[in-house]
Every structure is written in C-alpha cells, then in structure tokens.
C-alpha cells in the first residue's frame, strides 16, 4: 500500500513540475517577444528621427537678429536660395534676394515701435521656410517725407514715450509741440515747406530725457521764371520759360489799341487797360519740359500788351506782363 501511495506522489510532483517548466517557457517567449518588439520600435524610431533630421536638412533655416536698429536675416541651405521675402506687420510683401546660394545675409531698417517682422525662404525645388520675430525699434525713430514738394511730415516715434517735438526752419524761430499723455509714442507734424533751398532741423525728447536731433535739406517749390522780349523788328513777342519742376502749362492775353489811346507825352495813362481791346488770347499745355521759348505771338500795329501766366507740375504759378508799340 505505501509502495502505491508513493508512486501516485511521485506522479503527481513530475506533472507538477512539468507545468511550472511550461509556463517558464511560455514566460521566457513572451518576454523574448517583448525584448524584441522593443528593439524593433527603437530601431524604427532611430530610422525616423534620421530620416526626419534629413528632412529637415533639405529645407533652408532662417535666422533674424538685431544689430544698430537693423534686422539681420540670416538664410542657411545646402541648395540655391530662389528667394527671400520679408513683411511687417502682415502688410506687403518685399523680396530680398534671388537665386543665390550657400549662407545669405541680408539686412533691413526697422520700423518705428514694435513690429513683426515675418520671413520666408524659398530654394530651388520650392521648399520653404518661415520665420517670425517681434522687434522693437531702440531709441527714437524719425522719418522726414517730402509731401508734393509743398509740405513735409514729420514722424517721430519712440517706445519709451515722447516729452516734445520741435522743429524749425533755416534760422526762423523753434516750434514746440508736446504730446497728448506721457505714455504717447508717436507725434505727427506737417509743415509748409518755404520757397527755395531749406533745411529743416527736428529734435525730440523722450521719456528718460534722451534728446534725438535730425536736420534735412528741402527743396521748396519755386515758381516758373518767365521772360518776355520782342524782335527788333517789333513783329513778334519772344517768351522764354523756365522750371525746375517742370512746365505745366501757359495761358496769354495779347491787347490792342491806338498808341493815342494809351499815351500822353510819351508817358502811358494811368487807367491804360481800361482803353485796350482783347485781339487774341490761347493756352497751351506743356509736358514737364523745364524750359521753352515760343516766339509765334504776332503783333499788330498799334500798341499791343501782352499778359502771361504760366503753372508749373506742382501747381505753383507765376503772371507777367509787358507791352510793346509796333
């Protein structure tokens, strides 16, 4: 009976066995899968980082940097640029450069106050990229336009806020305008700009007392130079007319009347246009030239008074007059 008993025992301890080596196996495959998976997922993630790294390499890289209230564009590729193009502020777009190749530097003046400046680069097979960078003007911007020859704006700007504005012309007394609150950034002034050859001197002052001056020569408008002679013959009146603008047009009015008429003692009368009679008159347009002469006004016999206007492209005029006996 023991001996029976001991053999069931013996049985029962090798199926036993039997079943913990199993699952040892089964648990060592399944491990051995696991170790392998991992493998396999990090072997094609080193695939994709590489394949992504070369990716990336086949597109240009845009740097931007500030440098004296400039900003520096820096392109990098290993292909030709075909292009570089900037905008402000989302507003129009301007291109830079074409078709170069290798590190390109280009450098643009910044704007007055905070700005975005936005970037993108384009190579060869059209792949791009884009960069995009907030950027503040350092110290106190000022910008002098010339408005039609006629008036000058004056812009100034500064982030710190603005004290005053000033400005003068040529040696005319210095006026002064202030802002609206402390905390404003930017002052705007149109002025007239004088006849002739001016120069135009600004100053402003922010809010940590820093004084920034600019001067400019201006060119004002000047009004036409107009020259009325005759032939010696007495026959015709020459016109000579000059601008440094440019001519725009010119209008006569040529008189007529008896030289009694009009003279006493040799000496004209003083209500001498009141005696005289419109014979011919005509207006010519010009286009630009800065200087002509027109001889074909033709005299008659009598005494002949000839009254002259001419307009320049910017709208300044001048009116001459002059007489003659024939």
């Known amino acids: 009976m023991n001996q029976i008993l001991y053999t069931i025992q013996d049985e029962n301890s090798k199926k036993n066995l039997k079943k913990i080596l199993l699952f040892f196996v089964i648990a060592i495959i399944i491990f051995g899968i696991i170790l392998t998976g991992m493998g396999g997922y990090q072997l094609v993630s080193s695939i994709k980082r590489r394949n992504e790294a070369i990716e990336m390499a086949k597109i240009p890289v845009i740097g931007i ?38 590190t390109i530097t280009e450098k643009i003046d910044v704007l007055a106050g905070t700005n975005i400046l936005d970037v993108v680069a384009v190579d060869i097979e059209g792949k791009t990229a884009t960069a995009s960078k907030e950027i503040s003007y350092n110290g106190t911007y000022m910008n002098l336009s010339v408005v039609n020859n006629k008036q000058i704006k004056i812009t100034v700007t500064d982030i710190e806020g603005l004290q005053s504005l000033s400005y003068k012309w040529n040696s005319e007394e210095e006026k002064l305008e202030y802002p609206q609150s402390r905390s404003q950034q930017t002052m705007e ?31 004002g408008i000047t009004k036409p130079t107009v020259k009325v002679n005759f032939k010696t013959d007495r026959t015709v009146f020459i016109v000579k007319l000059n601008d440094e603008q440019g001519l725009k047009s010119y209008s006569y009015k040529l008189y007529n009347a008896k030289v009694d008429d009009v003279a006493k003692d040799g000496k004209l009368i003083e209500n001498v246009k009141e005696k005289l009679t419109l014979i011919k008159s005509d207006e010519k347009t010009l286009n630009g030239e800065l200087s002509i002469t027109d001889n074909s006004i033709e005299l008659t016999e009598g005494f002949n008074y000839l009254e002259l206007t001419v307009k320049n492209i910017e709208g300044a005029e001048e009116t001459i007059s002059g007489w003659c006996v024939r």
């Not at 209230?69 to 830079?96: C, D, F, M, P």
């Not at 007239?192 to 400019?216: C, F, H, R, W």
């Open 189 to 219: 002034i149109i002025s007239d700009i004088p006849i002739g050859l001016n120069t135009i001197s600004v100053t402003a002052i922010n809010n940590k007392n820093i004084t920034q001056t600019k001067e400019m020569s201006v060119q």
């Open 65 to 102: 940097s500030m440098e004296n209230n400039q900003a520096i564009i820096k392109v990098e590729h290993t292909k030709n640029i075909k292009s570089i193009i900037y905008r402000w502020n989302k507003g129009e777009e301007t291109t830079l450069s074409e078709n170069k190749s290798g």
